[in-house]
């Protein structure tokens, strides 16, 4: 079974700081997609990295996946309120195989 | 909108007894999946239908069931509910094609079941 650590659980901080959320395992994937999921909503994907060592950009988000695709970072820059949510990162082995997920970090980013 | 319609939004029932949640997948994908969110916590995979066929179970409980009809929507049984079974439940369905990583996810809004 794969299983995908995140790190930290929860994060509390101000309006303009900045903060990585860390997504690791021991196993090896194929892919790994990061989505944040608000209050009452389902998660929406933000991002899918498929190449060990590529890094993605999107906006104040910066996502890296491992070299060794075992794990993978979200960076977010100057964090603003609407960035608030959980974050979750999901791994799977291609195809058509289930992916699984974290175990999610709850941001909230006060103003 | 990310296409995925599921019904109820909101299920308050009694201990015991039986519900059914329904799932319209995103128009051309053939995966659905249904996962458990219970308060301020990530995901639990339940189980995953193919085009009409189970594909990988999760630590789904004997007392659930899923099928996914010829149109492709899919139906979640909650049965002999139990207080411990209120929870957000999410469906997702995803293009999943031969392909060296994993699709996109697309998801719900989720049916909210309150057990009393």
């Known amino acids: 079974t794969q299983l995908l650590e995140q790190s930290p659980q929860f994060l509390s901080i101000q309006e303009g700081e900045n903060l990585t959320v860390y997504c690791n395992s021991s196993?090896?994937?194929?892919?790994l997609q990061w989505y944040r999921q608000e209050p009452g909503e389902g998660p929406v994907l933000l991002v899918t990295v498929v190449t060990g060592g590529e890094v993605k950009k999107l906006k104040r988000l910066t996502f890296q996946f491992g070299d060794a695709r075992k794990d993978s970072s979200l960076h977010i820059t100057a964090a603003q309120p609407g960035d608030t949510g959980l974050y979750l990162c999901a791994g799977g082995p291609g195809g058509y195989q289930k992916v699984t997920f974290g175990t999610g970090t709850k941001l909230q980013v006060i103003p | 909108d990310s296409g995925v319609t599921q019904t109820p939004k909101h299920l308050i029932t009694a201990t015991g007894q039986r519900v059914t949640l329904r799932c319209s997948p995103r128009?051309?994908?053939?995966?659905v999946y249904w996962y458990q969110q219970s308060l301020d916590q990530g995901l639990q995979f339940l189980i995953q239908?193919?085009?009409?066929?189970?594909?990988a179970k999760g630590n789904i409980l004997e007392r659930f069931s899923a099928q996914q009809f010829p149109d492709l929507h899919s139906e979640l049984n909650l049965s002999s509910l139990e207080l411990g079974d209120s929870a957000l439940y999410f469906c997702a369905s995803s293009r999943d094609r031969q392909s060296s990583y994993n699709s996109p996810l697309h998801f719900g809004n989720g049916t909210r079941l309150t057990v009393t």
């Open positions: 196993s090896v994937f194929s892919s």
């Open positions: 128009s051309g994908d053939l995966s």
């Open positions: 239908y193919y085009n009409g066929e189970e594909r």
